[in-house]
């Protein structure tokens, strides 16, 4: 039998890179999309598509609404930067930064870990393209493994958690190497922090590529050599990024 | 101005004392509770009345349905033990345990924190009572500050996170002279894991007394040489204890 893995998936690029690296470790995947008050659903359809394509053992959605707390662009309702060149992007953490995100996505993956027997979490942190949020450097990945084996019934009993984080030393042209690598679709993935609705496509949305999410995927594919798949609102026929509110 | 500090509240004895303690320390209390699925809602309306007795500076709730993980009693459809002796409470792990509740608590806790600027985690986790939850002991407590002080923001700038558990080495009627001691009125207060609808009371419940948070706390008062104010089964006219299913 193989080993259990927890993967959290938000369904954009990121996770779902990790999603098709663990399949091809060899462990049996089960998903985790966390709705934590997003303002786009889009990315939790993104989520259940990725989760499908790539075989996910079972696919949970958790809802959390962190605009009880607040404290970000992401939940609230500030303004997402746009067309900030990487300078001020890595300037000081971000407003769209959400208050201890990955504590709380690394916890609730634990927990579905336990309750599956599953000592392996597997996440999409990134020292280099993180943007300046400190819950994605390697020594809060290892302050959590400490963690979670003082905090679990399988750790009490000397299992021994690890947190794989297989894009922690990849820029973002190496992340999307790595997926392609894997045969991931990226067309499949959702990125954008600013989606447009496609107007002639019910439904659908399309990235607005100008927000620091956009910016580093497009920037990624360009470095990688790669087109990237997803439509953006410079595509739409008849539509001006200029003219969405 | 008074240091803040977010509270756990769940409108229990221990986290009710825990706010009692934080109150008298001096600290601004903000107060969150975890809707994260209890099968009673009763005890969300005993974290908000000990929040406003007790002078919360904000109380908020935040919703997390941990049902779409499982693994407990306390959330999921298993039969909640009754009538066990500390030794058979104590002999493993229970099925009232929740995989990874406090390290999810914790970090919603800390996300609070970070959008209030404030460094003090207030829980009430107790190494002698603890009925074998794994993430009750100080080892993991000092875990998660080693966590706290990576994860977040404040933390990266130098600030340093600190975990007050000032019941972990209380006994239950420790716990409940030190909150009697600080003046706090324990009618309040909510523990039963099974309570029953009061005939009497519309909308008011009773305690079963039979479950193990029931026994422990009636054990707590009895030692402490003082009556529990709270409502029980028992204490119904005309109603069996076993005739409620």
Not at 7 to 19: A, E, K, N, W
Not at 183 to 193: A, R, V
């Amino acid at each position: 039998m193989s080993a259990r893995a927890v993967v959290l998936l938000s369904g954009g690029l990121d996770s779902s890179t990790c999603l098709a690296w663990a399949r091809e470790r060899g462990f049996e995947c089960w998903t985790l999309a966390v709705d934590y008050g997003q303002r786009h659903r889009v990315e939790l359809e993104a989520a259940r598509r990725v989760a499908q394509a790539l075989g996910s053992a079972g696919h949970r959605e958790l809802k959390l609404d962190l605009r009880a707390i607040g404290g970000s662009a992401l939940t609230a309702d500030l303004e997402v930067p746009r067309d900030r060149d990487e300078r001020a992007m890595g300037a000081d953490i971000p407003v769209t930064y959400v208050p201890a995100r990955n504590t709380v996505l690394l916890g609730l993956a634990l927990a579905l870990a336990e309750t599956l027997d599953a000592h392996d979490l597997v996440a999409g942190m990134n020292a280099l393209d993180y943007s300046g949020y400190p819950d994605c450097r390697p020594e809060f990945v290892r302050a959590f493994e400490a963690l979670a084996n003082l905090a679990t019934r399988a750790g009490a009993g000397g299992a021994v958690f690890t947190v794989h984080t297989p894009l922690m030393s990849l820029d973002k042209a190496g992340v999307i190497r790595l997926g392609r690598s894997l045969g991931l679709d990226y067309s499949l993935t959702h990125t954008c922090y600013d989606p447009a609705p496609d107007p002639a496509s019910p439904g659908a949305c399309a990235a607005c590529g100008r927000c620091d999410a956009c910016l580093l995927r497009l920037k990624g594919f360009r470095e990688a050599g790669l087109p990237d798949p997803v439509r953006y609102v410079t595509d739409l026929p008849g539509l001006e990024p200029t003219s969405r509110t």
